[in-house]
Nanobody, 121 residues
């Protein structure tokens, strides 16, 4: 069993910052890519940022230059530092990890349940 738990969401004003965390637990052997996605009301889920096991990151166009993704492999945790937040960043943020479980030979994607970020004055 593998579980991903996000934390750090909340209500902030435009221009403020938040830091999201997502920790994976369970019978994990190895983790490839880690990423953050978001889904705003009435919209499809979109990539915010992801990071490979060797630290190579990519970002969605709307957050590039404002958000930074990082990971702590020892803690099976991925972070998303969000600066200069805008009302259009309001969404449920989900983490996703590509994980190989103990005694398994393949990697599978696992999702967290999401954390709500609201940017409003």
């Amino acid at each position: 069993q593998v579980q991903l738990v996000e934390s750090g969401g909340g209500l902030v004003q435009p221009g403020e910052s938040l830091r999201l965390s997502c920790a994976a637990s369970g019978n994990i052997r190895s983790i490839n890519a880690m990423g953050w996605y978001r889904q705003a009301p009435g919209k499809e889920r979109e990539l915010v940022a992801d990071i490979t096991s060797d630290g190579s990151a990519k970002y969605g166009d709307s957050v590039r230059g404002r958000f930074t993704i990082s990971r702590d492999n020892a803690k099976n945790t991925v972070y998303l530092q969000m600066n200069s937040l805008k009302p259009e960043d309001t969404a449920v943020y989900y983490c996703k990890m590509n994980i190989k479980r103990l005694w398994y030979t393949v990697f599978n994607d696992y999702w967290g349940k999401g954390t709500l970020v609201t940017v409003s004055s």
